[in-house]
């Protein structure tokens, strides 16, 4: 099994900066990405920021020039800096590990999610 803990959410006013982290543990047999998604209240869950094992990152169209993912490889850790943060950026987020598991097998874990509210 592999357990994702996020951390760093909380109530920040509009213009504001907020830093998630999250942290992967368990049997990681090969990790091939880790990333971000958010769900607003009454919408479906979308993808924020995404980071590939060899660096590749993927950015939302939302969020380009504000937020940015970074990672270890080495600690399975994904942070995502957030800035200029408005009130459409409020949200549950999760924290997601794509795992290699064996050939091209792979699954997907998730953390419980951390509430990010931006708001005066």
């Known amino acids: 099994q592999v357990q994702l803990v996020e951390s760093g959410g909380g109530l920040v006013q509009p213009g504001g900066s907020l830093r998630l982290s999250c942290q992967a543990s368990?049997?990681?047999?090969?990790?091939?990405?880790m990333g971000w998604y958010r769900q607003a209240p009454g919408k479906q869950r979308e993808l924020v920021a995404s980071?590939?094992?060899?660096?590749?990152?993927y950015y939302a169209d939302s969020v380009k020039g504000r937020f940015a993912i970074s990672g270890d490889n080495v600690r399975n850790t994904v942070y995502l800096q957030m800035n200029s943060l408005k009130p459409e950026d409020t949200g549950v987020y999760y924290c997601?590990?794509?795992?290699?598991?064996?050939?091209?097998?792979?699954?997907?874990?998730w953390g419980e999610g951390t509430l990010v509210t931006v708001s005066s």
């Open positions: 997601n590990a794509d795992v290699a598991i064996g050939g091209k097998l792979h699954m997907d874990y």
């Open positions: 368990g049997k990681l047999f090969s990790m091939n990405a």
């Open positions: 980071r590939t094992s060899g660096g590749i990152l």
